[in-house]
């Protein structure tokens, strides 16, 4: 099964949506298959990638059986990445689609979908909502999205007592990948003091070491709707989300190699 | 006076944190979405399982046998065939890209061209000017003699193995019937 992965964070504007498309892109270039779900009513991943130019169709379009996987699923032509979008046009179909997450149409979908694939990253909207907790219930994994800075650390509770009681309730299997920290600017010794202090009092693994540092490139890849990765002049942002693919990659092979279990084994066979 | 440790939100932040990874860490069960993954044929019983065992509404799973096979024949496509480009069919041809998407990209643009590292390293994978003459369409869209992508050598340093792909992954053209513009 593909491992699910949320990308999400109680504030918006903290590069979710980035995130969530070139860690989706950099996954696929170590040679995963994956498939990237653009699950925000805003619909930022499908601009941002020149989906919503590639199809108007999405998971609504999924959910009331209107349109076909093949219809709404955007290979690149490796076949080794895939984008779907919502596929909402119009406000009453926001309504549908939260309804659908509340009744666990939108998971259920999303599970189908993803089915073949190595890795699925759900782009999350900001918040709490129904729709987040929809994602949650059928991830693998968090990834959460930080930004070091304090008014927006403040906010971060609400968010992580949303992913205990998903594990509680719902999805027991569900884990924090990481936290990773973006638009990082550490010209700004003030932003740069508080993110170490703050990562500093937590242990090593809650948050991933690769940080995404800000770089108006991310702004023009945007523009252009491509992954940084395929910007020119983009060497150290695209080697970021690189290095954040493999940091998760790593991570998913150590708890393989590790079998699931905490005690040492006694030779290979 | 330090922000961090004044600010009782953020202190309540830090503990979840440290409660919720550590739980994960407890909770761990190796990698059931890999240890668990079936051959394709497998896949749609092995999705039942996995959909139970999330608690999903199987409410909502009715009827979906065709999204299902649609969905596993997409990826098996993908996972076993060869991932060079199709061939022009009349579908693609309907759905040819907008004017102002072939336009020669202008310096500082973002790069479509085959994807360079793979040639330039000499892999097993198919030189874009080797391919067959139906490969037209690939061939139309190289764009030799641009610059070099700057992550070519993060990709060859760290992944050179897993890259399998000829070609930048633009995406490919809209469904048969024309419906959606060019990605």
Same mark, same amino acid.
């Given at each position: 099964?593909?491992?699910?992965?949320?990308?999400?964070?109680?504030?918006?504007?903290?590069?979710?949506?980035?995130?969530?498309?070139?860690?989706?892109?950099?996954?696929?270039?170590?040679?995963?298959?994956?498939?990237?779900?653009?699950?925000?009513?805003?619909?930022?991943?499908?601009?941002?990638?020149?989906?919503?130019?590639?199809?108007?169709?999405?998971?609504?379009?999924?959910?009331?059986?209107?349109?076909?996987?093949?219809?709404?699923?955007?290979?690149?032509?490796?076949?080794?990445?895939?984008?779907?979008?919502?596929?909402?046009?119009?406000?009453?179909?926001?309504?549908?689609?939260?309804?659908?997450?509340?009744?666990?149409?939108?998971?259920?979908?999303?599970?189908?979908?993803?089915?073949?694939?190595?890795?699925?990253?759900?782009?999350?909207?900001?918040?709490?909502?129904?729709?987040?907790?929809?994602?949650?219930?059928?991830?693998?994994?968090?990834?959460?999205?930080?930004?070091?800075?304090?008014?927006?650390?403040?906010?971060?509770?609400?968010?992580?007592?949303?992913?205990?009681?998903?594990?509680?309730?719902?999805?027991?299997?569900?884990?924090?990948?990481?936290?990773?920290?973006?638009?990082?600017?550490?010209?700004?010794?003030?932003?740069?003091?508080?993110?170490?202090?703050?990562?500093?009092?937590?242990?090593?693994?809650?948050?991933?070491?690769?940080?995404?540092?800000?770089?108006?490139?991310?702004?023009?890849?945007?523009?252009?709707?491509?992954?940084?990765?395929?910007?020119?002049?983009?060497?150290?942002?695209?080697?970021?989300?690189?290095?954040?693919?493999?940091?998760?990659?790593?991570?998913?092979?150590?708890?393989?190699?590790?079998?699931?279990?905490?005690?040492?084994?006694?030779?290979?066979? | 006076?330090?922000?961090?440790?004044?600010?009782?939100?953020?202190?309540?932040?830090?503990?979840?944190?440290?409660?919720?990874?550590?739980?994960?860490?407890?909770?761990?069960?190796?990698?059931?979405?890999?240890?668990?993954?079936?051959?394709?044929?497998?896949?749609?019983?092995?999705?039942?399982?996995?959909?139970?065992?999330?608690? %999903? *509404? $199987?409410? #909502?799973? !009715? =009827?979906?046998?065709?999204?299902?096979?649609?969905?596993?024949?997409?990826?098996? &496509?993908? @996972?076993?065939?060869?991932?060079?480009?199709?061939?022009?069919?009349?579908?693609?041809?309907?759905?040819?890209?907008?004017?102002?998407?072939?336009?020669?990209?202008?310096?500082?643009?973002?790069?479509?061209?085959?994807?360079?590292?793979?040639?330039?390293?000499?892999?097993?994978?198919?030189?874009?000017?080797?391919?067959?003459?139906?490969?037209?369409?690939? %061939? *139309? $869209?190289? #764009?030799? !003699? =641009?610059?070099?992508?700057?992550?070519?050598?993060?990709?060859?340093?760290?992944? &050179?193995? @897993?890259?399998?792909?000829?070609?930048?992954?633009?995406?490919?053209?809209?469904?048969?019937?024309?419906?959606?513009?060019?990605?």
């Amino acid at each position: 099964m593909a491992r699910i992965i949320t990308v999400a964070s109680q504030k918006g504007g903290v590069g979710k949506t980035t995130t969530a498309l070139n860690l989706g892109f950099s996954l696929s270039r170590l040679g995963q298959r994956v498939l990237v779900v653009d699950a925000d009513p805003q619909g930022g991943m499908a601009i941002a990638s020149n989906l919503s130019r590639r199809t108007s169709l999405g998971l609504v379009q999924i959910i009331r059986r209107t349109a076909s996987p093949k219809d709404v699923l955007a290979y690149t032509r490796d076949r080794q990445m895939a984008a779907i979008g919502t596929g909402l046009s119009d406000p009453d179909e926001v309504v549908f689609f939260e309804d659908a997450a509340r009744s666990g149409a939108l998971g259920a979908k999303i599970l189908v979908l993803s089915a073949g694939f190595d890795y699925a990253v759900l782009d999350a909207p900001a918040g709490v909502g129904s729709i987040v907790q929809a994602l949650l219930h059928v991830s693998d994994g968090v990834v959460l999205v930080v930004r070091c800075q304090n008014i927006l650390l403040k906010s971060l509770p609400v968010f992580l007592r949303l992913v205990q009681r998903v594990r509680k309730t719902r999805n027991p299997k569900l884990r924090m990948d990481g936290a990773v920290v973006t638009m990082f600017d550490d010209r700004d010794p003030a932003e740069a003091q508080f993110c170490e202090e703050f990562t500093g009092s937590l242990p090593e693994t809650v948050f991933l070491k690769t940080r995404i540092r800000f770089d108006p490139v991310f702004e023009r890849a945007s523009v252009k709707a491509v992954p940084v990765a395929m910007m020119p002049g983009a060497d150290a942002a695209a080697r970021s989300y690189l290095d954040l693919a493999f940091e998760l990659r790593e991570r998913d092979m150590r708890r393989m190699a590790e079998g699931g279990t905490h005690e040492p084994t006694e030779g290979l066979f | 006076m330090s922000p961090l440790k004044d600010s009782s939100e953020i202190q309540e932040a830090i503990r979840l944190l440290r409660e919720i990874s550590e739980e994960s860490e407890r909770s761990r069960t190796g990698a059931p979405w890999e240890a668990q993954r079936p051959p394709f044929p497998a896949a749609r019983d092995a999705e039942d399982v996995e959909i139970e065992r999330r608690g %999903v *509404d $199987e409410r #909502h799973l !009715g =009827e979906m046998d065709e999204v299902r096979t649609a969905v596993m024949q997409l990826a098996h &496509e993908g @996972a076993v065939l060869a991932p060079a480009p199709q061939a022009p069919t009349s579908d693609t041809v309907t759905s040819e890209p907008a004017p102002e998407t072939r336009q020669e990209a202008p310096a500082g643009t973002p790069l479509e061209a085959p994807f360079p590292a793979i040639a330039a390293t000499g892999s097993a994978v198919e030189p874009v000017a080797d391919r067959p003459a139906a490969d037209e369409k690939a %061939v *139309d $869209e190289s #764009h030799e !003699g =641009e610059p070099q992508p700057p992550w070519v050598g993060m990709v060859e340093a760290r992944a &050179e193995s @897993a890259v399998q792909s000829p070609t930048w992954p633009a995406f490919e053209e809209g469904p048969p019937g024309g419906t959606a513009e060019v990605y």
